[in-house]
């Protein structure tokens, strides 16, 4: 049976703003309390090592004030897992990080990182947290994330956002969300996604979540952000009825 869609806001980038001049405005809750208000299933936030949006106590806060579900994505390193098991999330996304990327490029190579990667696997199962790693809708990739245990994979999406027009980065997505489905995993996604080339994904069959954020962020800048939430629903719920 197909599971519903769930959109899950990310709120990094209204902290982005705020960090631009260190100071409470911005406030990521607050912009969380609005997206849940505006239909948001979820909220995702991005705890980055170098805490150039996201702080330790932005995830301390939403961890008691998300009311839906709270996504924390992360790399797999020590301090993020013990918070993880500290403030014990509905779930974590595990991703891959360089400190000098814009943003995350590319998903996680499961395949050569197992040992770390199904450790961070069993100390989040211990915690009572799912798990989703974030990777390229590669088959090799897919398994290894059922091989250790993962409760989810995020397909990364940034190939598509970046060339919607070649099918071939659709059926990437579609085969991916296909194999993960048969092996047991939930599968979501996201990355580059916008109010503009989400409704081909929305509409693979199978996809149980997107995590959006940035263009969801900026188009707030305009419509606000409870509008720009509502938007992308919208556009979400003419794909999948
Ligand atoms: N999913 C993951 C795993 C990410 O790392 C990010 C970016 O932090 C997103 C989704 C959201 O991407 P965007 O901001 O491009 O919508």
């Known amino acids: 049976m197909t599971p519903r869609l769930r959109l899950f806001v990310n709120i990094d980038h209204v902290a982005t703003l705020r960090q631009a001049r260190r100071g409470h405005e911005p406030d990521p809750i607050e912009a969380a309390r609005l997206c849940e208000h505006a239909g948001a299933d979820g909220i995702t936030a991005h705890l980055r090592e170098?805490?150039?949006?996201?702080?330790?106590a932005d995830i301390l806060r939403l961890s008691s004030a998300v009311?839906?579900?709270?996504?924390?994505?992360?790399a797999a390193l020590d301090e993020m897992l013990a918070l993880a098991e500290q403030i014990r999330p509905q779930e974590v996304t595990l991703v891959p990080e360089r400190r000098m990327e814009v943003t995350t490029e590319g998903g996680l190579d499961v395949v050569r990182n197992v040992t770390e990667l199904a450790d961070a696997v069993t100390r989040m199962k211990r915690a009572g947290v799912r798990s989703s790693l974030f990777i390229d809708p590669d088959p090799a990739q897919i398994q290894a994330a059922r091989d250790i245990g993962a409760d989810a994979i995020e397909l990364h999406t940034g190939t598509y956002a970046h060339h919607p027009d070649d099918p071939a980065t659709l059926a990437a997505l579609a085969?991916?969300?296909?194999?993960?489905?048969?092996?047991?995993?939930?599968?979501?996604?996201g990355h580059g996604l916008t109010v503009y080339n989400v409704g081909p994904v929305a509409a693979i069959d199978g996809i149980e979540e997107l995590n959006i954020g940035h263009s969801i962020v900026s188009r707030a800048v305009f419509v606000g952000l409870a509008e720009a939430v509502r938007e992308v629903r919208h556009v979400m719920s003419l794909a999948r009825p």
């Open 50 to 56: 170098d805490r150039r949006h996201i702080q330790d």
């Open 175 to 189: 085969d991916g969300t296909q194999l993960g489905r048969s092996l047991g995993l939930a599968v979501h996604a």
């Open 67 to 74: 009311t839906t579900a709270l996504n924390l994505e992360c």
